[in-house]
C-alpha cells in the first residue's frame, strides 16, 4: 500500500536565543527514556557492588549514550515528524536549528567513548556496542523488519556492561541479560504504538507497524511480562515474596495500561523497569 501524502507544515524560523536552545535540546533528547536508562544502570550498578564512583562513572557513560541516542533519532526523524506535523518536537517545530542538534549528538558520543572504557575495555567495548544498535535503528532498522533487535541487543548489554566493570571482569548471569533484553523489546513495541499511523504515513515499516496496534500491544505485553518472570524465577533458591509481588504488580499494570495502546502503556512500562529495579536492589550484590 503507497503511503499517504501529508503536507508538511511550516516550520517556525523564529530567532533562537541561548537558553531556548538548551531547553529545546533538552526536550529533544527523549527525557523520560534516557532518565529512565540511567537510573536503571544506576540501580544495577548499586545492586552489583559497584560502589558510589563505579555507579557514577558508568551511569554518567551511559546517560551521555542515551542523549547521543535521542538527538540522532530526532535528527534522522526530521523530515518525517516536519510532515506528520509533530508539533511536540523541538527540533521539526523549529525551535531549535538541526545544526545544533547533530552538533550535540556527535559531541555526546564522543564523550561516551572515554567514560565508557573508564570501566575497562571489555566492559566500555560492550557498551559501545549498544550505543551502535541504537545509532542503526535510528539510522537503518526503525524500517525493518528487525527494528526490534537493536532494542533487545542494547537493553541486553547494560548488565554486561556494568559487571565486566567490576573485579574479575564477570559476565551477568543469563536470566538478568534474558530480563533486560526482553524489557528492551517490549519497550520498542510499547512505544511505538502511538505513532503507528504517522509511521505508516511517511514510510517506517518496522515490525510494530506491519503487524498493527492490536497484536503489536499485546506483544509487547508478553515481552514485558516475559522480562518480569526471567527476573524473578531465573535465579537459583525459592522465589521471595517480593519477586510474586513484582509479577503481580506487572501483570496489572499491563492490565491497567493495555487497553490505551498509547503513551499510558509506555509509561506503565516504564513503571515495571522500575519495579524490576528495585527488586534487584533488594537481591543485592549477588546478582553479579
Given amino acids: 500500500m503507497p503511503a499517504t501524502r501529508v503536507t508538511a507544515p511550516p516550520v517556525e524560523t523564529a530567532a533562537r536565543s541561548g537558553p531556548r536552545t538548551v531547553a529545546a535540546l533538552a526536550a529533544a533528547c527523549h527525557p523520560l527514556p534516557a532518565a529512565a536508562v540511567t537510573l536503571f544502570t544506576a540501580g544495577l550498578a548499586a545492586a552489583c557492588g559497584r560502589g558510589a564512583a563505579g555507579s557514577a562513572a558508568s551511569a554518567a557513560a551511559v546517560a551521555l549514550g542515551q542523549l547521543s541516542v ?4 530526532d535528527r534522522a526523524d526530521l523530515r518525517r515528524d516536519r510532515v506528520t506535523g509533530r508539533r511536540d518536537k523541538p527540533l521539526a ?4 536549528a538541526p545544526a545544533a542538534v547533530s552538533a550535540a549528538a556527535i559531541a555526546a558520543l564522543a564523550l561516551c567513548v572515554p567514560l565508557s572504557l573508564a570501566s575497562g575495555w571489555l566492559a566500555g567495548a560492550v557498551h559501545l556496542c549498544a550505543v551502535a544498535a541504537a545509532w542503526a535503528y535510528n539510522l537503518w532498522l526503525k524500517s525493518t ?5 537493536p532494542y533487545a541487543l542494547a537493553f541486553g548489554l547494560l548488565p554486561a556492561f556494568v559487571t565486566l566493570g567490576l573485579p574479575g571482569r564477570p559476565w551477568p548471569p543469563l536470566w538478568l541479560a534474558a530480563a533486560a533484553a526482553l524489557l528492551g523489546a517490549g519497550a520498542h513495541f510499547a512505544n511505538v504504538l502511538p505513532d503507528i499511523a504517522d509511521d505508516l504515513a511517511t514510510g517506517v515499516t518496522g515490525l510494530p507497524q506491519r503487524l498493527g496496534g492490536r497484536r503489536s500491544a499485546a506483544l509487547a505485553a ?5 522480562s518480569a518472570v526471567a527476573l524473578v524465577l531465573g535465579p537459583p533458591g525459592p522465589v521471595a515474596p517480593h519477586g510474586w509481588g513484582l509479577l503481580a504488580l506487572t501483570a496489572a499494570v499491563l492490565l491497567a495500561t493495555g487497553r490505551a495502546r498509547g503513551r499510558a502503556f509506555f509509561l506503565g512500562t516504564l513503571a515495571v523497569a522500575a519495579a524490576d529495579v528495585t527488586l534487584l536492589l533488594a537481591r543485592g550484590a549477588g546478582i553479579a
Fill in 70 to 73: 535521542g538527538w540522532s533519532n
Fill in 93 to 96: 517545530a523549529g525551535a531549535v
Fill in 145 to 149: 523488519l528487525a527494528s526490534w533487535l
Fill in 222 to 226: 508478553l515481552l514485558v511480562l516475559g
